[in-house]
């Protein structure tokens, strides 16, 4: 699934807020053009989308049986 398509995977299922929100931004400072930054969370991330897109950055959601939210983000093509 989207696991193959990422380059790094940050599991913030277990961490409570603010922190995935914190680790998932400092993922992005460091994630290089071309690579795809996949957040797996417990829930729907509504502020981060509104940060991403703020950002410069695209992204698809899957919500997976298990409850998790997969968010595989990527920077904008210009």
């Known amino acids: ?3 193959k ?4 995977v940050l599991d913030a299922r277990d961490l409570e807020p603010p ?6 931004l400092e993922a992005l400072d460091t994630l290089a ?7 797996l969370l417990p829930r729907e991330p509504y502020p981060l989308y509104l940060a991403l897109e703020l950002n410069g950055f695209a992204w698809q ?4 049986p298990d409850g998790t939210v997969a968010v595989l983000i ?3 093509t210009p």
């Open 74 to 76: 990527r920077h904008q």
């Open 19 to 24: 922190e995935p929100m914190v680790r998932t």
């Open 33 to 39: 053009r071309s690579e795809k930054l996949l957040v």
């Open 61 to 64: 959601t899957e919500r997976r």
């Open 5 to 8: 398509e990422a380059d790094v």
């Open 1 to 3: 699934m989207m696991e």
